[in-house]
């Protein structure tokens, strides 16, 4: 009886915010950023954003972590290759009513969209490394916890 009534509770919760999850803006990419991505929900609630500059800095925030670093030369070229191969820049709700799904905003050069689920083909190189990125921050050791 439990396991139902939490998985209707769970069910209505997602229902209701997942529709405006991929109607809402995505974290400007202020200032001197030049890309923003981020990657949030599922059932552990994951919140990851990673903003990067026009000089290659990234700022990566994790649920109980910020790091800072810079990316190299060659890292920097081949993302903004993949980010400059991307032509789906139209946003939709397509897999938001998936009750475990992971909700992808994407910003490039004054563009931006949000997806639920899977990503488009054409991000797919750019969400792989920028996940990667990220993972690689987190798990650094030198990370600023956030407090």
């Known amino acids: 009886m439990r396991k139902m009534l939490f998985a209707a509770v769970l069910a209505m919760a997602t229902a209701g915010s997942t529709t405006a999850w991929a109607e809402a803006p ?3 990419a ?3 950023a030049r ?3 981020q990657k949030s929900g599922g059932f552990a609630g994951i919140d990851q954003t990673i903003t990067i500059t026009r000089d290659g800095a990234a700022r ?3 649920a109980a972590r910020i790091a800072e670093f810079r990316l190299t030369d060659g890292e920097f070229r081949s993302l903004r290759r993949e ?3 991307v032509s789906t820049w139209r946003s939709s709700p397509a897999g938001c009513d998936i ?3 992971f909700t992808y905003t994407l910003s490039h050069r004054g ?3 949000t997806r639920c689920h899977e990503v488009p083909a054409d991000w797919r ?3 792989v490394r920028l996940e990667g990125l990220i993972d690689r921050a987190l798990a650094d050791r030198a990370v600023v916890p956030r407090g």
């Open 26 to 28: 995505a974290p400007s």
């Open 30 to 32: 202020t200032g001197s």
């Open 35 to 37: 890309i923003a991505f």
């Open 60 to 62: 990566v925030r994790g």
């Open 83 to 85: 980010l400059d191969a």
């Open 99 to 101: 009750a475990d799904h």
């Open 111 to 113: 563009r931006q969209a």
């Open 125 to 127: 190189p750019a969400v």
